[in-house]
Structures are given as C-alpha cells and as structure tokens.
C-alpha cells in the first residue's frame, strides 16, 4: 500500500508548478476592439419643386404660305426683275415679269370703243321712246279733236243741213289718225324690250372691256407679299402660254414646322402636367384635334424651335394644330408649331433666318402644377411590388424608403410621393445594400460647389 501513495507525489508536482506560473505571468492581456467601417455614398437633398417637364420633335421648316407665279397670258417676256434667283428675297408689290402688253391695250382700246358705242345704242333708245311717247300724246289730241268734228257733222247731217258727204269724208280722217296713234302705241309698246337687249348688249361690253384690262394687268407678275424665291423659270424674250410657272415664292413672315414626336413620350409628359386626367392620348386623334389643343391649353404646354449650327439658335413658337396622322414608319405624331419673324435675319440676336427645308428640333415643355421630386434614375428601385429608395437616416445609416414614381422628365424620375423635403437620398446605393449599414455621404451638392471653387481659383 505504501508504493501506492508514492504513484501520486509526481502529478502533485506538476500540478503545484502549473498554478505557480500562472499566478506569477503578469497580468492577463485585454482584447484589443475593431472600429465600424464607415461605406462611402453620394448623396442629393431632396427639394420638392415644379418640375420642368419637356419632350423633343423634330422636323423641317416650311414658309407657312407659298404662292406660284403662273402665266395667265401668252405673249413674250420682256422684263424680268434681278431679284428673280432662287434664295433672293422680294418685296411685296414688286415687279416680278412683264411681257409684252400692246396686243391686250389695242383690246382694251377695241372693248372700249364698243361699250362707247352700246352707251350710245342705249342713249339714242332713251331718246326715240321720249320723243315717241310726246307724239302720241300730240296725235291722240288732234284725235280727240277728229272725233269731235265727227260728231258735230254726224249731228248736222241728222237735222238735214249738211250732205253726207262731209260726214263721210271727216270719219275717213278719223280712222287715219286713230292707225296713226295706234302705230305709236305699238312702237312705244316695243321700246321695254329694245331697252333690255341694248342693256344686254352694254353690259356684255363692260365685260369685254373688264375682261381686256385684266388680261394688261396679267402681263405683269407682282409679288403680292414678302417672300423667298424657291423656283424660277422665266428669261426675257421667251414666249410663254397660259399655265406655264414662271417663278415661286415663300412667304418670310411666318414659317411652321410638323413636329414628330412620340406619342408615348407626349402621354407621359401629360401625366405630369394634367394629373387626374384618363384617356390623354385619345385626345390625339385626327377626330379630336381641338380637343387636344385644349389639353396643350390647359396644361401650359409650350414651344421652342432649336437650330442647331455652329451654336444653339432658339425661336419662340405657337402650336397651332395637329398634323392628324401617325407616321406608318416611325410610329410619330405629328404636332405643327408656327414661329413669326423668323424669315429674316434678326441683326439684335445675331439668329440667321429659318429657311426652307432646315431640319430643327422643337421643344415642348411646361411645369407640373406641384411640387414634385425630382430624382436620378439610379437612385430609385422598380420592383412589381413598387418602387423604392434608399436615404441617409438620422443615425447616418442606410435606410429604405418606399416612393410612387409620378412620371419622367429628361431621363430623370419624378416622385410624387414618399420623399420629404431635407432628405438625403442616396443616388447610387452601395452594393450589397445592408440596412442599417453606416455610411460615409458624400453631397453631389457640396462636390460641384467644390469644383466651381476650384475653377475660380485657377
């Protein structure tokens, strides 16, 4: 039994060695705690305000009226106005062609000289029907006086102091101026419809000479207002017939462009600008043109046309109707906008002139009636379940935040509701986005104010 007890002095040994160096290591090292990561984020303040809302078109500048000048004559040119080149501008009343006119004055003079002469037809009818009913006014006098004398030897020849003979002889004198006044009365009868075949004939001679004076005023071609020649065909000396074209011409004081546009892209806009309203593009139906000048109305909707040369010239322009078709190509809605006094350079704003055929872009825009958020397109998350944002919260961590995107504006979304003013939206959420992760926000704000310093130091 006693070699048994000895077996244990050697782990009571080691045991009384281990708790002795741990009593006398030194005092125990403390953990050592890591800092949180801070993530970088680029960040926006959210500031409601109306939104600018625009969409684009573009076409090509059209005069809004031409006019063609046509030869209404034959006869050979024998002018034609230097300002007739095609670009030259041309006032309105000047002198564009002539051609020779002396055959229409000899048939002016000619058309004259007849309606003279049917004025007269017509004065000498006056006169004979005058003069005619004078006389028989003076033969049924001496008629009444006849008679008269019929009656006083009929009478005579009753009481048997005078021979029949007289009486005889008196009624065959009665009889005479009775066929005389009657001969009167037929002619005088006549004189109305003589009177409406020479006033037939006078009126038919006021035409001939009407007609001869505006076959003179014909040979010559005036510009009846301001213009551009877009076309010119007319050399002095050639002869030329009725119907041949002679010289075109584009009014400068008002031009209109057909601006295509998407009608996706215009219903959108719409939706910003008349909130509440269904069937907006229904408006735009070759059937409801007024009606959808009344959304335009109503939504504040204007236009600019935009030359783009060696820099950006813009115009003011009225929209004045729609072109009441779709492009069957390029699916585009035709809106045509009209622009005045641009014909003409402009020496106060240096702006060239809006000639024929230039091809532009027009721009349509207005505000929508609240205040709206405005936000990058990267900063909002579209799900089937809703949209979403993420923001800086008050602790600078990351937080979510549901939104309802209203529309686009210029590739940007608008919210209409779920962002408050002040708040600090992250326009690129980090990746994975954590909630709750702390974050180091970095104002896109601050950043270009920055760079504005920066440029103005240098």
């Given at each position: 039994?006693t070699?048994?007890i000895?077996?244990?002095?050697p782990a009571?040994?080691?045991g009384?060695?281990?708790?002795?160096?741990?009593?006398?290591?030194?005092?125990?090292?403390t953990?050592?705690?890591v800092?949180?990561q801070r993530?970088?984020?680029?960040?926006?303040?959210?500031?409601?305000?109306?939104?600018?809302?625009?969409?684009?078109?573009?076409?090509?500048?059209?005069?809004?009226?031409?006019?063609?000048?046509?030869?209404?004559?034959?006869g050979?040119?024998?002018?034609?106005s230097?300002?007739?080149a095609?670009?030259s501008p041309?006032?309105?009343?000047e002198?564009?062609?002539?051609?020779?006119?002396?055959?229409?004055?000899?048939a002016?003079?000619?058309?004259?000289?007849?309606?003279?002469?049917?004025?007269?037809?017509?004065?000498?009818?006056n006169?004979?029907e005058?003069?005619?009913?004078?006389?028989?006014?003076?033969e049924?006098q001496?008629?009444?006086?006849?008679?008269a004398?019929?009656?006083?030897?009929q009478?005579?020849?009753?009481?048997?102091?005078?021979?029949?003979?007289?009486?005889?002889?008196?009624?065959?004198?009665l009889?005479?101026?009775?066929?005389?006044?009657?001969?009167l009365?037929?002619?005088?009868?006549?004189?109305?419809?003589?009177?409406?075949?020479a006033?037939?004939?006078?009126?038919?001679?006021?035409?001939?000479?009407?007609?001869?004076?505006r076959?003179?005023?014909?040979?010559?071609i005036?510009?009846?207002?301001d213009?551009?020649?877009?076309?010119?065909?007319?050399?002095?000396?050639?002869?030329?017939?009725?119907?041949?074209?002679?010289?075109?011409?584009?009014?400068?004081?008002a031009?209109?462009?057909?601006a295509?546009?998407?009608?996706?892209?215009?219903a959108?806009a719409?939706?910003?600008l008349?909130?509440n309203?269904?069937?907006?593009?229904?408006?735009?139906?070759?059937?409801?043109?007024?009606?959808?000048?009344?959304?335009?109305?109503?939504?504040?909707?204007?236009?600019?046309?935009v030359?783009?040369?060696?820099?950006?010239?813009?115009y003011?322009?009225?929209i004045?109707?729609?072109?009441?078709?779709?492009?069957t190509?390029?699916?585009?809605?035709?809106?045509v906008v009209e622009?005045?006094?641009a014909?003409?350079p402009?020496?106060?704003?240096?702006?060239?002139?809006?000639?024929?055929?230039?091809?532009?872009a027009?721009?349509?825009?207005?505000?929508?009636?609240?205040?709206?958020?405005?936000v990058?397109?990267?900063?909002?998350v579209?799900?089937?379940?809703?949209?979403?944002v993420y923001?800086?919260?008050?602790?600078?961590?990351?937080?979510?935040?549901?939104?309802?995107v209203?529309?686009?504006s210029?590739?940007?979304?608008?919210?209409?509701?779920?962002l408050?003013?002040?708040d600090?939206?992250?326009?690129?959420?980090?990746?994975?986005?954590?909630?709750?992760?702390?974050?180091?926000?970095?104002?896109?704000?601050?950043?270009?104010?920055?760079?504005s310093?920066?440029?103005?130091?240098?």
């Open positions: 039994m070699w048994r000895l077996l244990f002095i009571i040994a080691i009384i060695g281990a708790f002795w160096l741990i009593n006398n290591a030194g005092p125990e090292p953990t050592q705690s800092a949180e993530i970088p984020v680029r960040t926006l303040e959210v500031a409601p305000a109306k939104v600018p809302v625009s969409v684009t078109g573009y076409g090509r500048v059209e005069p809004l009226r031409t006019w063609e000048g046509i030869s209404q004559v034959d050979r040119i024998i002018a034609v230097p300002s007739v095609v670009g041309v006032r309105q009343g002198l564009i062609v002539e051609v020779d006119p002396r055959d229409y004055e000899i002016r003079d000619r058309a004259l000289a007849n309606l003279a002469i049917a004025e007269t037809q017509l004065a000498e009818l006169a004979q005058e003069n005619t009913g004078e006389q028989l006014v003076l049924r001496i008629e009444a006086v006849i008679q004398d019929v009656d006083r030897r009478a005579l020849v009753q009481s048997g102091t005078t021979a029949i003979a007289s009486l005889e002889q008196a009624q065959r004198d009889i005479t101026q009775q066929r005389r006044v009657l001969d009365e037929n002619a005088l009868a006549l004189y109305p419809v003589q009177r409406e075949s006033e037939a004939t006078l009126a038919s001679r006021r035409v001939d000479v009407e007609e001869a004076e076959n003179l005023a014909n040979t010559r005036i510009a009846p207002f213009g551009r020649i877009l076309e010119e065909s007319a050399s002095e000396g050639v002869y030329i017939r009725p119907g041949d074209q002679l010289v075109t011409l584009a009014g400068i004081e031009i209109e462009v057909v295509e546009v998407q009608p996706a892209a215009m959108e719409l939706e910003l008349i909130p309203t269904a069937d907006i593009m229904a408006r735009f139906s070759p059937f409801e043109t007024d009606a959808a000048m009344r959304a335009l109305d109503a939504a504040g909707v204007s236009a600019t046309v030359l783009s040369q060696e820099v950006e010239h813009r003011d322009a009225q004045v109707r729609l072109d009441g078709s779709v492009d190509s390029t699916g585009t809605l035709g809106i622009v005045r006094g014909g003409l402009d020496p106060a704003t240096r702006r060239p002139p809006l000639t024929n055929g230039a091809f532009v027009v721009e349509f825009g207005g505000l929508t009636p609240s205040a709206q958020a405005r990058p397109r990267s900063a909002v579209e799900t089937e379940d809703g949209a979403y923001v800086v919260d008050a602790d600078t961590r990351l937080q979510r935040q549901a939104v309802t209203a529309g686009r210029a590739g940007d979304l608008v919210i209409s509701s779920g408050n003013p002040g600090q939206l992250i326009v690129a959420p980090p990746e994975p986005a954590v909630l709750g992760t702390l974050l180091a926000p970095v104002s896109l704000s601050d950043s270009l104010a920055e760079r310093d920066a440029s103005a130091a240098q």
